[in-house]
């Protein structure tokens, strides 16, 4: 059953992290298929830990692109590596240093400048690593023949393919090899996963995947953060929480696992609640340092 047509409007617009301002009628103008639109995004940007993988050694000022989190300002930065269309591929070391979010986060824009509804996914990766959920975004679109949802993971280039050996198709992510951030809470919170990994070099647990479902309902709703933006409810480091943040998480997890049906508790939540609403000010775990949205 389709969505609600508001909920479809809903996310046909613009968020505030995804409108190209100036840089509108160069989303315009690019291909209108997805496969073109996931070549569109390979060819602008550069995932900070494949990198080296390409055969390109980052400066740290290089490296800083990560922390950019709108898009114009992402794009401003391609332009001023290469001033050339967005539909034309940069070479490597002209590229947007980002990562899985900002793949998503363009893809998802650009989606929407066309009029389809679309939304960046915050979860787990199941085909990074045998055994392991790595932290990872995808893009979500809305398909009227398929009559669903559909994942697309617009990272994965010929090159990673060539080292990962998916066994999907990236551009129909399956939600087994995706799982969105409150499905992988639901299931360690029931026994069905373990929550030791989940998460993303020496970091996991389920204090990460909090952080995550947090990131993933603020999406939903039109606040694509960074991927180590942190505040509100989110646990610290390593914490071990207690029954009431579990609840928090309960009820947040069940909020994300069907949103088109929650979308008004959604966003209540994400305007009312300051466990989740967020705010003007976050901190950059990466950084260690607060910083103005």
Known sequence: ??????VLDFYRRQSRMSDPGPHLDALA??????AALAKTAQGLILHEHWS?????????????????RALPAMLDQILAHDPRPLAEPRALEDRLIGNCRDFSLFTVA?????????????GFGAY???????????????SDARERWVMVDAQ?????????HPDFDALDTPANRFLAAGIAWRACRAGRKDPAAFGIMHMHGLWF????????AASLTGMEM???DCWGAMPEVGEDMNPEGLAWFDHLAELTRDPDVAFDDLIAVNQDDDRQRVPPVVFNAVRQMSETV
């Open 1 to 6: 059953m389709p969505p609600r047509q508001d």
């Open 29 to 34: 103008a690019l291909p209108r298929d997805i």
């Open 52 to 68: 080296g993988a390409y055969g390109q050694t980052l400066s740290d000022e290089r490296r800083s692109e990560v922390h950019l």
């Open 110 to 122: 650009a989606l929407r400048v066309q009029g389809v509804p679309a939304r960046a996914r915050c």
């Open 128 to 142: 990074f690593e045998r055994g392991k959920f790595v932290d990872h975004w995808v893009a979500e679109y809305w």
């Open 156 to 164: 994965i280039d010929d090159f990673q393919a060539g080292r990962l």
């Open 209 to 216: 995947i909090a952080g995550n479902v947090t990131r993933d």
């Open 226 to 228: 960074m991927a180590w």
